[in-house]
C-alpha cells in the first residue's frame, strides 16, 4: 500500500453498501487509514471549528496558561515542550494543545463511576468557542458510528459489536497549534501509534500528516475540502484480532505557515473491556485492556515525571 484509499462512505446505508464496507475494512487492514467523503457533515460545522481552533490560541500566554492542564484535570492549555516521544529521547514536539473531553454534566451519576468524566474546561478568554466545537464534535460522533458498524460488518460482526460500546464514552478531541519549524527542528508531533479506537480529522490544508507504510516509506495523508481522515487506534487493532492495522504517524510542519489541528479520538465507555471479537491472527498476542483504568494511565503517564509501570498497557507504544 503505498497510498491512502479515499472512499465515498454516502453508499453505506444503500445499494452499494456491502462493496463500500469492503472498500473500507480493506484499508484498515492494509494501512489502517483512509479518507473518507460522503459523511453530510455541513461545511460551515468545520470552517466554524477550524475558527474557533485559532481562536483558542490567539490570545496572550497568561490567560492560556490560567487554563493549564494539571494532574486532578486533564482538560485545558497543553503548553509547548510539554509532552516527549516515547523513544526516550527527551525532544520535545513542537505544538501547543488544548484538551477536551466529552461533554459530562457535573451532576451526571456516571462521574461516581469514574472520575474521568466531567465538564469541560472552556477557554475563558473565547467562551463562544464552545458552540462551535460541540456542534462539530457532535457530527463526528454521527460519523465514528457509522463507520464503526461498517468496520464491525467487515470483520462478519452485527454493527452493534463497536457501536454500543460508545454509550457514555471516553470520546477527547486534542486542539493543536504547530507553528514552522525548520529542517533540524525535530517533529510536531514525534511518530507514535494512536492509542483509541478510531481516529477522525479533518486536515490542514498546509499538509505535514505522514503515515508510516509498510514498505518503511512515509507518505502524506491528505483529504479533499470536506473530508476526513480515519485512521485505526490500538484498542480497535486489538477487536480486530490483529486485522485492522493501527499504523505509525508523525506531523512535521515545514509549510512555513502556522498549522492547526483537532483531531477526534474514539474511546468506549469507561467499564468496556477490549478484547478480540474473532480469532486472533497468528503471532497476535495483546493483553485485553480496561478502558477507564487505560484513559486513567494515558494521562497519568503523560507527565514528563511520571513512569509507566507493569499495570500500563502498551498502547500507542513504538517498538523499535
Known amino acids: 500500500m503505498t497510498e491512502i484509499a479515499q472512499i465515498d462512505i454516502s453508499a453505506l446505508g444503500g445499494p452499494d453498501h456491502n462493496a463500500c464496507v469492503d472498500q473500507i475494512a480493506t484499508a ?51 503548553p509547548f515542550g510539554f509532552f516527549t516521544p516515547n523513544d526516550g529521547s ?95 527542528d525535530g517533529f510536531g508531533i514525534h511518530p507514535h501509534k494512536d492509542t483509541c479506537a478510531l481516529t477522525l480529522i479533518s486536515p490542514d490544508p498546509v499538509g505535514g500528516l505522514e503515515v508510516l507504510t509498510k514498505t518503511g516509506d512515509w507518505i502524506t495523508a491528505t483529504a479533499p475540502r470536506g473530508g476526513f481522515v480515519v485512521n485505526i487506534g490500538d484498542m480497535l487493532e486489538l477487536w480486530s484480532g490483529g486485522r485492522y492495522v493501527s499504523t505509525p504517524h508523525r506531523v512535521i510542519n515545514r509549510s512555513g505557515a502556522e498549522r492547526y489541528s483537532f483531531p477526534y479520538f474514539a474511546v468506549p465507555r469507561h467499564d468496556v473491556v477490549v478484547h478480540p471479537l474473532v480469532p486472533t491472527l497468528p503471532g497476535f498476542d495483546r493483553p485485553e485492556v480496561h478502558c477507564g483504568h487505560w484513559s486513567a494511565e494515558t ?12 499495570d500500563t498497557p502498551e498502547l500507542g507504544t513504538l517498538h523499535v
Not at 494521562?299 to 507493569?310: G, V, Y
Open 28 to 78: 484498515c487492514r492494509d494501512i489502517g487509514f483512509l479518507t473518507v467523503t460522503g459523511t453530510d457533515v455541513p461545511l460551515e460545522v468545520i470552517d466554524a471549528m477550524r475558527a474557533a481552533a485559532l481562536q483558542v490560541f490567539d490570545t496572550d500566554e497568561i490567560a492560556k496558561h490560567r487554563q493549564a492542564i494539571t494532574r486532578d484535570n486533564y482538560r485545558g492549555y497543553i
Open 90 to 184: 527527551g525532544t520535545p514536539d513542537l505544538y501547543e494543545g488544548y484538551k477536551l473531553h466529552h461533554e459530562t454534566d457535573a451532576d451526571d451519576p456516571i462521574r461516581a463511576e469514574c472520575q474521568l468524566y466531567g465538564p469541560n474546561l472552556w477557554p475563558e478568554h473565547e467562551p463562544e468557542v464552545a458552540d462551535a466545537i460541540l456542534t462539530y464534535w457532535r457530527a463526528l460522533d454521527d460519523v465514528a458510528l457509522r463507520l464503526l458498524g461498517a468496520l464491525a460488518e467487515g470483520l462478519s460482526l452485527p454493527p452493534t459489536a463497536l457501536q454500543d460500546p460508545f454509550a457514555q464514552p471516553l470520546t477527547n478531541m486534542t486542539l493543536l497549534h504547530y507553528p514552522p519549524q525548520g529542517a533540524q
Open 299 to 310: 494521562w497519568r503517564t503523560n507527565w514528563p515525571d511520571e513512569a509507566a509501570d507493569e
